[in-house]
């Protein structure tokens, strides 16, 4: 369900359980989001950060969904960071989750090192010489690596995480070659990895890695994720139950 004003739209998940307020012409959550928080292991003694995190929808989810002890949302976007909070606030999830206004370039600044069990991003994915920039700066930041590059966002990644900790991860299946590669230089070696397709007739769109720090060399590949039934928009039961508690 969606209520549309003129700035903001307040969209529920869960059957109305969890309440998200979005800008109606800035960066918005989509269906990317819904999958990481959906295929993120974590349990409920866990410290997580996310890194990017918009309007705070993925820190939502997993709290509602007891995946986490403590979950940070950091976010470059000061307008983002306002709605986050007023979304932590909506769904009184203030002791479970909290949203700080960070640079992640920046994250030696703000954290100690090696104090998150679990990283979650859904980072911009375009390099910036590629595609058209959008003309909206909420999306075009989010898109784009205007701001955090994929090494960037791993060196974070890798200072940020206990020895043993995962990083999760969701990115286009065109880059999959640099996602593996950068996350394997920074000491982000893939555990397990889950193509996303729209159908069983279509080719992957995305990726899901889990990555450990200083973790062994063996990848599990999980079956694929198939987002919607052959020939229908009816999401298949893999990824209905992602829209559930």
């Known amino acids: ?13 869960f059957h109305g359980k969890l309440v998200v307020y979005q800008y109606s012409r ?11 928080a959906g295929l993120t292991n974590s ?7 996310d890194l990017g995190t918009g309007c705070a929808v993925i820190p939502l989810i997993m709290a509602c969904r007891g995946k986490a002890k403590k979950i940070i949302g950091v976010e470059i976007q000061e307008d983002l960071v306002n709605i986050a909070r007023r979304n932590v606030e909506e769904n009184g999830l203030n002791q479970i989750v909290e949203i700080r206004h960070v640079d ?12 998150f069990d679990v990283v979650v991003s859904n980072p911009p994915y375009r ?38 900790g995962s990083l999760s991860i969701i990115y286009p299946a065109w880059r999959l070659d640099d996602l593996i590669i950068t ?9 397990r990895l889950t193509c996303v397709h ?8 995305l990726v899901h890695m889990i990555a450990k720090k200083k973790g062994g060399r063996e990848m599990f590949i999980a079956p694929p994720l198939f987002v919607y039934e052959t020939g229908e928009k009816r999401y298949t039961p893999q990824m209905a139950k992602f829209y559930e508690l």
């Open 1 to 13: 369900m969606v209520v549309s004003s003129n700035i903001f739209t307040k969209d529920t998940l």
């Open 26 to 36: 800035g960066y918005r959550f989509s269906i990317d989001a819904v999958i990481l």
């Open 43 to 49: 349990t409920s003694q866990d410290i997580v950060i």
């Open 104 to 115: 992640i370039r920046k994250v030696r600044d703000y954290f100690e090192p090696e104090s």
């Open 127 to 164: 390099p910036v010489k590629t595609g058209r920039v959008n003309p909206e700066t909420q999306k075009a930041i989010a898109r784009h690596e205007l701001l955090l590059t994929l090494s960037e966002l791993m060196e974070a990644s890798a200072y940020l995480l206990k020895d043993g």
């Open 183 to 191: 996350a394997s230089l920074y000491y982000l070696r893939p555990k």
């Open 198 to 205: 729209s159908s069983a007739e279509s080719p992957a769109q």
